[in-house]
């Protein structure tokens, strides 16, 4: 059982909002909370923004329990902002290296293995056939009689051709055009409920919660978790501690998961 983080986590637990989230996980409603894409926005989890009420919490809520241990996180995607206007609606262009433009077309190399000689695809094209336009013989089986080299790109702004294209972004919101410099780029999560903590979870809040409520009830005054001072001068943690008048009369409640 993990023992870092515990006393944040036993407080998360009796929050409402983390109890409605980690019932989902629990009842096995969510396996993994995958984030949901929307273009004007970027990634948003909406099952957690109907429990916090709020779009803008949803984050900093899943973030929390990550930290507390509750959570675990797999990298998902990293999404790019227009580093302009913040707009989510981005596209990736790629481009001449020489120019900068957008305009160009790509194509498969082809070799001929016989003869050697290599070429964009549509030189080879004759009808439905690939002919070699060297030695004019007919290229019928891939990776025996030809095979495919890479690509092959052409600029229809400049007319130069190159083997790999530079990516700029484009802002479809503001019509930016930015680079990879300036990309504002975040790292998005999908997350998931950490084996180790199901336990710890489900009597954090199905066990203690009802003991706390029924201390109170009693007219104790009530401390969950609770750190106390041993015979050898150490704190101890316990999940509850109850207290009537006098802090020298204590009922401590240590749940099995720890
Ligand atoms: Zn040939
Ligand atoms: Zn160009
Ligand atoms: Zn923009």
Known sequence: ML?????????????????????????????????VY?????YRYPVVEAI???????????????????LERRLYDKIIYCPECGSANISIRYCCPYCKSFDITRSAL??????????????FRKGNKLVCPKCHEELKKEDVDYRKAGVWCSCKDCGKSFDIPVTAHFCRDGHTVFTFEDAVIKDVYAYRLREEVKEEAAVGWFLIAPIRDFL????????????????????????IAGYKGTKEKVTVIDLATS
């Open 52 to 70: 916090v009420g709020d779009a803008s919490e949803a984050e900093a809520f899943l973030n929390r329990l990550y930290e507390a241990g509750v």
């Open 110 to 123: 082809i070799e001929h293995v016989k003869c050697g000689y290599m070429d964009v695809e549509e030189n």
């Open 38 to 42: 929307d273009c004007k926005l970027g």
């Open 216 to 239: 109170v009830e009693n007219g104790f005054e009530v401390e969950s978790p609770a750190f106390l001072k041993g015979k050898s001068g150490a704190n101890h943690m316990f999940d």
């Open 3 to 35: 023992k870092t983080g515990k006393r944040e986590r036993l407080e998360l637990y009796k929050d409402r909002n983390t109890q409605v989230l980690l019932n989902k996980f629990i009842s096995g409603e969510i396996g993994e909370l995958e984030p």
